[in-house]
């Protein structure tokens, strides 16, 4: 939303340097892997968009930061475990069999959520008008993601009472 309010006040190269600011600050912060690569992205968006004063290449960040997160999810699938069975056993660190291969589908559907996502602020990027792309980028695509963790949710507390269940009527 920050770059639509300042589409009215500023010219893109000045928005750009906030974002660069942002995008250094990220890849201080960054312990290496996709999280400073996304960082060197954000800096070469904001480079383009401050050469060229075009707003397209910070409109293009969103679709930027669902390719950082789907590459760290996707990471953790292909090398183990899961970025969600991470998070789960901070809490739960003897996680159950059932338990695993939900987190592993978890980070799956998360993978998915993030093309979809990055797909459609792509898209509206392209081809959309400054208001659908803040409107989406900066609204709708919040509210999904609030969605999509609350179906999760519901769903792991089902799953949880399902295994309490099950573990009952054996033991």
């Given at each position: 939303m920050a770059v639509y309010a300042g589409m009215a006040q500023l010219q893109p190269r000045w928005m750009a340097l906030v974002l660069l600011t942002l995008a250094l600050a990220r890849a201080a912060v960054?312990?290496?892997?996709?999280?400073?690569?996304?960082?060197?992205?954000?800096?070469?968006?904001?480079?383009?968009?401050?050469?060229?004063?075009?707003?397209?290449?910070?409109k293009l960040y969103p679709v930027?930061?669902?390719?950082?997160?789907?590459?760290?999810?996707?990471?953790?699938?292909?090398?183990?475990?899961?970025?969600?069975?991470?998070?789960?056993?901070?809490?739960?660190?003897?996680?159950?069999?059932a338990g695993?291969?939900?987190?592993?589908?978890?980070?799956?559907?998360?993978?998915?959520?993030?093309?979809?996502?990055?797909?459609?602020a792509l898209s509206t990027a392209?081809?959309?008008?400054?208001?659908?792309?803040?409107?989406?980028n900066g609204l709708l695509a919040y509210g999904l993601m609030g969605l999509f963790f609350g179906v999760e949710w519901l769903l792991r507390q089902r799953l949880k009472a399902r295994l309490r269940h099950a573990g009952g009527a054996h033991g």
């Open positions: 960054a312990r290496g892997g996709p999280w400073l690569a996304a960082g060197a992205g954000a800096a070469l968006l904001a480079a383009a968009a401050w050469w060229g004063n075009a707003w397209l290449p910070l930027l930061v669902n390719a950082a997160l789907l590459l760290v999810f996707g990471a953790s699938l292909l090398r183990g475990p899961s970025l969600v069975e991470r998070l789960a056993r901070l809490r739960e660190p003897d996680l159950p069999p695993v291969a939900y987190t592993r589908r978890v980070t799956q559907a998360w993978c998915g959520f993030f093309v979809v996502n990055g797909s459609i392209l081809w959309g008008s400054d208001a659908a792309w803040a409107l989406y």
